[in-house]
């Protein structure tokens, strides 16, 4: 069974750092690009970064110097290190396969991410 | 940057209703334009990729159309398990914006 199942979120003060994970399953993932995607609370959903099999990366503007993308193939693992985090940074952060322009199919459960003093 | 909308923002509809949501593009984009439906509590699921084609296990009530700047999702019959969100999302280049959502509410 293809599967991707995040963790590492929690409540976190503003300013503060937590890093997410994302173990993949059942497919190449070393061969696949990878994204992280969030929502915010009651919102939409917002891409965050993606990262291909070799390593190159990009961000969205609203995270880029603060979070980081990166990735263990030899653990089928992805990561999201997230440092100075801002009140706007609260939600759900999802994981993703990435299969180009025929969409993101495969995702996982969410992690949430709590950013509160 | 492509900047996404979709309209309406919030659709009431019956069961067996036709329903068309619209994706505009700010600019003219390939063919990469992708539809997800989102249920509460429940992570994305993506419907259609390529503008028209459907992933697979997707029912054929669902059909996607458009080219340059205008897109459409069309449930052709509304049922109990379509009430939900959908997104759009532009694949060409990064960012891969979404557009702001369509919620699907019962009437």
């Known amino acids: 069974e293809v599967q991707l199942v995040e963790s590492g979120g929690g409540l976190v003060q503003p300013g503060g750092s937590l890093r997410l994970s994302c173990v993949a399953s059942g497919f190449s993932f070393s061969t696949n690009s990878m994204d992280w995607v969030r929502q915010a609370p009651g919102k939409g959903l917002e891409w965050l970064s993606y990262i291909t099999g070799s390593s190159t990366k990009y961000y969205a503007d609203s995270v880029r110097g603060r979070f980081t993308i990166s990735r263990d193939n030899g653990k089928n693992s992805l990561y999201l290190q997230m440092n100075n985090l801002r009140l706007e940074d609260t939600g759900i952060y999802y994981c993703a396969k990435d299969e180009g322009t025929s969409g993101f199919d495969v995702w996982g459960q969410g992690t949430l991410v709590t950013v509160s003093s | ?107």
């Open chain 2, 1 to 107: 940057d492509i900047q996404l909308t979709q309209s309406p923002s919030f659709l009431s509809a019956s069961v067996g209703d036709r329903v068309t949501i619209t994706c505009r593009a700010s600019q003219g984009s390939s063919n990469s334009l992708a539809w997800y439906q989102q249920k509460p509590g429940k992570a994305p699921k993506v419907l259609i990729y390529g503008v028209s084609i459907l992933q697979s296990g997707v029912p054929s009530r669902f059909t996607g159309r458009g080219s340059g700047t205008e897109f459409t999702l069309t449930i052709s019959s509304l049922q109990p398990e379509d009430f939900a969100t959908y997104y759009c999302q532009y694949l060409d280049t990064w960012p891969f914006t979404f557009g702001p959502g369509t919620t699907v509410d019962i009437k």
